[in-house]
């Protein structure tokens, strides 16, 4: 990572090397520059100050991996299903996965730091040996505005009845800095797997009834 430049060297070279220019036409009179509005003040090396405390984390060859960010813990995805705990066997059963961007504060090689980790994908396993691979963690079925039952880029059709277990795991990429610099990406991704929900697949029995139930509330199948 190289931080080395986000920063000016504002001491001046008037005479005197108290570091600013002189003014007012010879006189004594020293006036300090103003800094603008991107200018950052820099150390004697004419690098930002974090450098002066940090050099290794200034060097342009740095490369930080994820081994080095280990102690940085990303949150795992908390997962959904609709209908909530129960499937039909045939239907397909819609899964939500949720995660969110995250910035978490540690030291990275011994100095003060942020990781900030964003979703890029989720990987599905649905607990009867299927799996898929989604962009998002998909969205509810009122919220996508389909019907009910309604396959979406998320859901799973059981086809034998039993009890499962669904997970969900999500594929992070990760970046750092240091001193509230410039992000710098970390080569690769890491998957964090949310705790397992269970699912209960149950079969379902369609039944013919002469009018529907409001009228007939007593019909069959009412």
Same mark, same amino acid.
């Given at each position: 990572?190289? =931080?080395?430049?986000?920063?000016?060297?504002?001491?001046? *070279? +008037?005479? *005197?090397? /108290?570091?600013? !220019? %002189?003014?007012? +036409?010879?006189?004594?009179?020293?006036?300090?520059?103003?800094?603008?509005? !991107?200018?950052?003040?820099?150390?004697?090396?004419?690098?930002?100050?974090?450098?002066?405390?940090?050099?290794?984390?200034?060097?342009? !060859?740095?490369?930080?991996?994820?081994? /080095?960010?280990?102690?940085?813990?990303?949150?795992?995805?908390? =997962?959904?299903?609709?209908?909530?705990?129960?499937?039909?066997?045939?239907?397909? $059963?819609?899964?939500v996965a949720a995660a969110s961007v995250e910035v978490i504060a540690?030291? =990275?090689?011994?100095?003060?730091?942020?990781?900030?980790?964003?979703?890029? +994908?989720?990987a599905w396993d649905y607990g009867d040996g299927s799996t898929r691979? %989604?962009?998002?963690? +998909?969205? %509810?079925?009122?919220?996508?505005?389909?019907? !009910?039952?309604?396959?979406?880029?998320?859901?799973?059709?059981? $086809? $034998?009845?039993?009890?499962?277990?669904?997970?969900?795991?999500?594929?992070?990429?990760?970046?750092?800095?240091?001193?509230?610099?410039?992000?710098?990406?970390?080569?690769?991704?890491?998957?964090?797997?949310?705790?397992?929900?269970?699912?209960?697949?149950?079969?379902?029995?369609?039944?013919?009834?002469?009018?529907?139930? =409001?009228?007939?509330?007593?019909?069959?199948?009412?």
């Amino acid at each position: 990572m190289d =931080l080395i430049g986000q920063g000016e060297n504002v001491s001046g *070279g +008037g005479a *005197g090397g /108290d570091g600013f !220019e %002189s003014v007012g +036409g010879g006189t004594d009179a020293q006036t300090p520059p103003v800094l603008g509005a !991107e200018e950052t003040p820099a150390n004697d090396n004419g690098q930002p100050p974090e450098c002066r405390d940090a050099p290794d984390v200034c060097d342009p !060859e740095l490369v930080v991996t994820w081994s /080095d960010i280990a102690s940085f813990r990303a949150s795992a995805p908390t =997962l959904a299903m609709e209908p909530a705990g129960w499937a039909v066997r045939g239907l397909p $059963t819609n899964f939500v996965a949720a995660a969110s961007v995250e910035v978490i504060a540690g030291r =990275l090689l011994n100095f003060p730091a942020e990781v900030r980790f964003t979703p890029a +994908g989720y990987a599905w396993d649905y607990g009867d040996g299927s799996t898929r691979y %989604s962009a998002s963690g +998909g969205a %509810s079925w009122s919220a996508t505005g389909v019907a !009910e039952f309604a396959e979406t880029s998320t859901s799973h059709v059981y $086809t $034998t009845r039993g009890d499962f277990a669904a997970t969900v795991a999500v594929e992070l990429a990760a970046e750092y800095r240091f001193g509230g610099g410039a992000w710098h990406s970390i080569a690769g991704s890491i998957r964090v797997a949310g705790a397992a929900s269970p699912v209960a697949v149950k079969s379902a029995t369609t039944v013919l009834v002469a009018g529907n139930c =409001l009228e007939q509330p007593e019909g069959p199948g009412c």
